[in-house]
């Protein structure tokens, strides 16, 4: 066992973990940032848009030294079919100043990210897992790690170890996440010559775009992206297990199957896959979120499936959670208070945060996207769309009224009858809505 | 004991690529790692000082970025970490480097008593020559014992040492005194994983660093670029060799015959002796 | 015990006259052991030879070692015009200190503009101790030599693990040094009658000065020697297991040659390690090279592309080995490698053997 004693153990180096390192260490806190990766970010993976407030709440203007990709100014919105996409999208250039979210690298930023936490005194030990939990009268007093004399005590341990947190599952903050609760997302990156990035995408220098991709998933609840970085493009898709399972497919065969969509290989062409990347994102949301705190520990990010599924937001809401735990942390050692009582105050200024307000607002998202429903969500319904499309825009000598019919047929065929199609809209209308 | 070891901090040659457009090195981002061999001359010295008792200097010149692979060492256990840094020592071909790190192994005798035992590694992976450990070996006349695999004895109040060099055709028993230079290969051991409390104290180490100015008698004209008599006059890429395959067809008899037969046609003929 | 070594600091200065235009003459330092010379030696003075007329300069070869005279007249049969020969007991095994003793000792008193030795461990040790103390630029593991107009040496060598090749210079010492990787280059014929000056050479040594004892050396016949293969039978995944090397190793045994394997057949423990070939394994270059079974993947084909002649099967028409082999055959390895077995056995052995 190591004979120094920390204040906080941090464990995990993601956004939460660098999040909770840092606020706490300003604090004045003696802290041990813990990451079992060779450097924070080195395993580490998203899609990549990384958002503003959060982070410029612990560091103003973080934009200007951050290693950040491209600014994004243009966000789309595809209903892809087999051969076709219904296409939606909004640009504004006041997305540029002050800008509203970037595409992003994990890799990068996360290693930036933790070394402000370093710079504020916070201890790396990096290379290093995490194993288990010192408890003792029933109260967590510090972990032991894979190394050597690997025991680490400190008043309060933070776990930030992600969406498959070891430690969450032995304090019982929850189980093993039931199949329809996590998706598991592909991910490739490809490098193509930013000038043809710019093209492609119409983009200057440093702007750049997401399209979020619903349909041609086999049928599974779940969503595709490409985002565009500086001289990579990142393209990926997550699909909800329990449908991977029941339909016995593996989830890189739909992102094969997305590269070969016309509209995509026309963006990616010529592109060097450089990277390949597999991650569980949480799709719980609101029901599944475990106790947040305990007697000497406390527990944000993913490891507390605080991911916001439709926006995609994730590390905005873990760097939040990692902020409120790290100043309860400054909190309670002011009045050396590290009971769960005293801790209760953590799970308060999250319930009080846009953490849980936003995940509250879709808790309703979860029934839609489990089978049969979502087979009709993100398979049936955006191939009816492309084609009720079709149908009307077709100039074929029919007369409107007769191609606006045969149009809304298709829908009403997928909903199963007028009725059912407003029911579907309904449903998916609350689900978004709380 | 006082016992030095020499590392340097590398491209890792697996992630190097080379500019199809331009013919040079993509080294930017390639992440930096120790050389592979002198993690085992790190480990060697510490298995020393488990052993005997030790004190363990690692040394490296390089970059200031080159503090993490110091770190590195200390996490296992050396007891300092010298990095030997400063932009005029940039540049230098073996021979410069070999000058440096003498005059720092000189210099960590005088900070923390007589050096009796050096390792380096059996060679780099970029730099790629193993000449820099038996240079160092002569600019300060001690024995040297190269491509060491195995450390048989060590008498620590002698300094009489026994160690197997592995050689291209068999294995060979030297016997050696200190002070005595010694290249390793990875047959010598297994590096170890640092401790916690080792990661501990790595995290908070600052390495010591030397510049020009911490070398009293340094001779300006022998280091860095200028100091190096070898200069690279040219690179590239060699051409991929042009080769028009001849594709035998028949059944496997037949083409076993081919083969055989174009192969015979051809001057291996004479260079491999199929008379 | 390292205290009155201090502050001495060899290699500084060239010593004596520094009048650059006094050396004249290639020399090539023979590696032997128990006096058998290493072919690295004769390949050496086969390129040297070439690069001795280009210069219209001597060519020289020094041999040292105990009862060696044998090879002193050998390096004249392989192209040598002068040899120095130094004989003693002290020299017996290979030691540093004795033997860059008398090279410094023969380079200072004769003067040549060019040193080469074998890229070999030996010839590593000692080219990078002698070239520290005269002191002069070395250039290690060379592949390509070739001199100019100013009678510079240009040495190049492969960078950055066989990707890049670099041409290195030394214009400021005497003599030019490098080491040059064995099998490279092709000695000459042995010629028996050829004449030249063999020059004993004296170094005062005891060997109770020496501190560096060989105590004993132990062959081992049955090392990976990859690098020094002639003709190397390799396979990969495709053998579809361990029992698919005892085809390799029929086929190696008649050519008297070495098997050696791709990653992915190293990775699935069907042959050790020491057997890969590859970026992250050995970089060889054979006269003759099979492909058995093996995709040809970049990381591959990087540690074997410069062999001389490379015959890959494979059942795949399509795959990448095809485009840098000289024959291809598609088929069932199981199939056609006892076939060329057989093929090459019945060729190979005499006619009256059989
Ligand atoms: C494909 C994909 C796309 C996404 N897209 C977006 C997006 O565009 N925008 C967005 O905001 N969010 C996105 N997310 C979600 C976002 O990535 C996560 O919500 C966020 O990273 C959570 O941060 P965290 O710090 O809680 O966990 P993580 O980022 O997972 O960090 C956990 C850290 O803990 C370490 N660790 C784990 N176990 C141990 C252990 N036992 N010991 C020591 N260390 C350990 C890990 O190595 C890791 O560094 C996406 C996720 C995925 C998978
Ligand atoms: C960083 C890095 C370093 C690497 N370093 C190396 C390295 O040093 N060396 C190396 O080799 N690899 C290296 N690799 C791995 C390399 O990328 C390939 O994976 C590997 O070379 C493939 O080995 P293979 O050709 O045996 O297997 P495969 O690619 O699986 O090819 C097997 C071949 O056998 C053929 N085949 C199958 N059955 C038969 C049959 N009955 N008859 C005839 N043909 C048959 C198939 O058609 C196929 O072409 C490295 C990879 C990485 C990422
Ligand atoms: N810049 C350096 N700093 C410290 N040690 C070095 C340096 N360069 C080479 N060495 C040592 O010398 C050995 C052989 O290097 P090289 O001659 O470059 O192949 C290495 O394995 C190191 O131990």
Redesign the interface.
């Known amino acids: 066992?190591?004979?120094?004693r920390f204040d906080v153990v941090v464990v995990g180096a993601g956004p939460a973990g660098a999040a909770a390192a840092l606020t706490a260490a300003r604090g004045g806190l003696k802290v041990?940032l813990i990451e079992r990766g060779e450097y924070p970010g080195a395993k580490n993976t998203f899609g990549g848009v990384l958002y503003r407030k959060q982070i410029e709440q612990l560091i103003p203007e973080f934009w200007k030294s951050a290693p950040l990709e491209r600014t994004v100014v243009e966000q789309r919105l595809w209903l892809l079919a087999k051969e076709s996409a219904v296409t939606v999208s909004y640009r504004d250039d006041r997305f540029n100043d002050p800008p509203n979210c970037w595409t992003g690298q994990r890799s990068k930023f996360d290693q930036w990210f933790a070394a402000q936490a370093e710079a504020a005194g916070a201890?790396?030990?990096y290379e290093?897992a995490v194993t288990d939990a010192i408890i003792e009268d029933g109260r967590v007093v510090g972990v032991v790690?894979d190394?050597?004399?690997?025991?680490?005590r400190a008043n309060l341990v933070i776990i930030a170890d992600g969406v498959n947190s070891l430690l969450g599952k032995r304090l019982r903050a929850h189980r093993e996440w039931k199949p329809d609760q996590v998706s598991l997302a592909v991910k490739e990156v490809i490098a193509l010559p930013r000038e043809k990035i710019q093209d492609r995408f119409n983009l200057d220098k440093s702007e750049g775009c997401t399209i979020e991709l619903v349909g041609e998933t086999m049928g599974m609840a779940g969503l595709g992206f490409l985002y565009t970085n500086t001289d990579t493009l990142s393209l990926g898709v997550g699909v909800m297990v329990s449908d991977l399972k029941r339909l016995r497919v593996k989830p890189y065969e739909v992102l094969n199957g997305l590269k070969q969509h016309p509209m995509i290989q026309r963006l990616i062409e010529g592109g060097e896959v450089k990277e390949y990347a597999g991650h569980l994102i949480p799709e719980g949301g609101y029901t599944a979120m475990p106790s947040l705190s305990g007697d000497g520990w406390m527990i944000c990010g993913d490891a507390a499936q605080m991911v916001n599924a439709v926006h995609r937001e994730g590390t905005n809401l873990a760097v939040e959670s990692g902020r409120l735990a790290g100043e309860t942390a400054v909190a309670v050692h002011e009045r050396e208070d590290f009971s769960s009582a005293g801790l209760q105050r953590y799970t308060d200024a999250v319930r009080k945060s846009i953490i849980h307000k936003d995940l509250k607002k879709y808790k309703g998202l979860h029934g839609l996207l489990s089978f049969p429903e979502s087979e009709k969500l993100f398979g049936q319904l955006p191939q009816a769309v492309n084609d009720a499309l079709f149908e009307f825009l077709s100039v074929d000598g029919e007369p409107k009224r007769d191609k606006q019919k045969q149009a809304f047929r298709k829908l009403e065929g997928v909903a199963g009858g007028r009725m059912d199609l407003v029911r579907m809209a309904l449903k998916g209308w609350r689900a978004m809505n709380g | 004991m006082h016992i030095v070891v020499c590392i340097k901090q590398v491209p890792d040659s697996k992630e190097i690529k080379i500019d199809p457009k331009t013919n040079t090195l993509m080294r930017q981002g390639v992440p930096a790692v120790v050389n592979y061999y002198d993690m085992h001359g790190v480990e060697e010295a510490l298995r020393i000082k488990d052993k005997y008792g030790a004190r363990v200097t690692v040394i490296t010149m390089g970059p200031p970025s080159a503090d993490k692979a110091l770190k590195q060492c200390i996490s296992l256990g050396a007891d300092e970490g010298v990095l030997v840094s400063d932009r005029a020592f940039a540049g230098a071909d073996t021979l410069a480097t070999s000058y440096v790190l003498a005059s720092a192994i000189y210099k960590a005798a005088d900070t923390w008593g007589p050096v009796d035992m050096i390792f380096a590694g059996k060679q780099t992976s970029d730099g790629d020559t193993g000449q820099v450990g038996p240079g160092i070996a002569c600019r300060i006349d001690y024995e040297q014992l190269t491509y060491v695999q195995q450390i048989e004895d060590i008498n620590p109040d002698t300094g009489e040492l026994i160690v197997h060099r592995h050689l291209e055709d068999g294995v060979e028993r030297v016997k050696t005194r200190t002070p005595v230079l010694i290249t390793v290969v990875t047959e010598l051991n297994t590096p170890r994983r640092a401790s916690l409390p080792g990661m501990l104290r790595a995290a908070r180490y600052t390495p010591i660093v030397w510049t020009t100015n911490d070398f009293e008698e340094l001779d300006r004209s022998k280091i860095g670029l200028r100091g190096s008599p070898t200069i690279v006059s040219k690179t590239w890429v060699p051409e991929p060799k042009h080769v028009s395959t001849d594709m035998l067809t028949g059944t496997g008899n037949e083409v076993a015959a081919t083969l055989v037969e174009n192969l015979f046609g051809t001057e291996l003929k004479h260079s491999l002796g199929w008379a | 015990m390292a205290e009155d070594k201090r502050r001495k600091m060899i290699g500084l200065q060239p010593e004596g006259d520094v009048d650059w235009s006094m050396y004249r003459g290639i020399m090539v330092v023979v590696e032997q052991r128990s006096g058998v010379a290493k072919p690295v030696s004769w390949q050496l003075l086969g390129e040297a030879r070439r690069l001795a007329d280009k210069l219209d300069a001597p060519l020289m070869a020094l041999v040292m070692g105990q009862d060696v005279s044998h090879i002193a007249q050998q390096a004249i049969g392989y192209g040598a015009d002068i040899v120095y020969h130094a004989d003693a007991p002290e020299l017996k095994d290979y030691r540093t200190r004795p033997y860059s003793r008398v090279c410094l000792k023969v380079i200072k008193t004769y003067r040549p503009e060019i040193v080469l030795m074998g890229a070999t461990y030996t010839g590593r040790d000692l080219a990078g101790a002698i070239a520290t103390h005269l002191p002069t630029g070395l250039t290690a593991d060379s592949t390509q030599l070739d001199v100019d107009d100013e009678r510079l040496l240009l040495a190049s060598r492969p960078a950055f693990s066989e990707k890049m090749l670099a041409t290195i210079l030394c214009k400021q010492f005497k003599p030019q040094m490098a080491t040059v990787r064995a099998g490279v280059f092709q000695a000459l014929p042995y010629d028996e009658k050829r004449t030249g000056k063999i020059i004993a050479v004296h170094q005062d040594m005891h060997e109770n000065d020496i501190v560096t004892k060989v105590l004993e050396f132990v062959q081992d016949d049955n090392r990976v020697n990859l690098e020094d293969a002639q003709v190397i039978v390799a396979g990969g995944r495709g053998l579809g297991g361990p029992d698919g090397f005892k085809l390799l190793h029929e086929l190696a045994n008649v050519l008297g040659g070495t098997v050696a394997a791709s990653r992915a057949a190293t990775d699935l423990g069907w042959i050790d390690h020491a057997y890969q070939v590859g970026q992250t394994g050995t970089t060889v270059r054979p006269k003759l090279y099979f492909a058995i079974g093996i995709s040809g993947a970049v990381q591959h084909v990087v540690g074997m592309q410069n062999s001389d002649y490379i015959v890959a099967i494979n059942k795949d028409p399509n795959a990448p080995i095809f485009q840098i082999a000289n024959y291809g055959i598609v088929g069932d390895l199981f199939e056609i490698v006892p076939l060329l077995t057989k093929a090459f056995q019945e060729r190979l052995t005499p006619v009256m053997a059989r």
């Open positions: 066992m190591a004979d120094e041990a201890v790396p030990i290093t790690t190394r050597d004399d690997g025991e680490l």
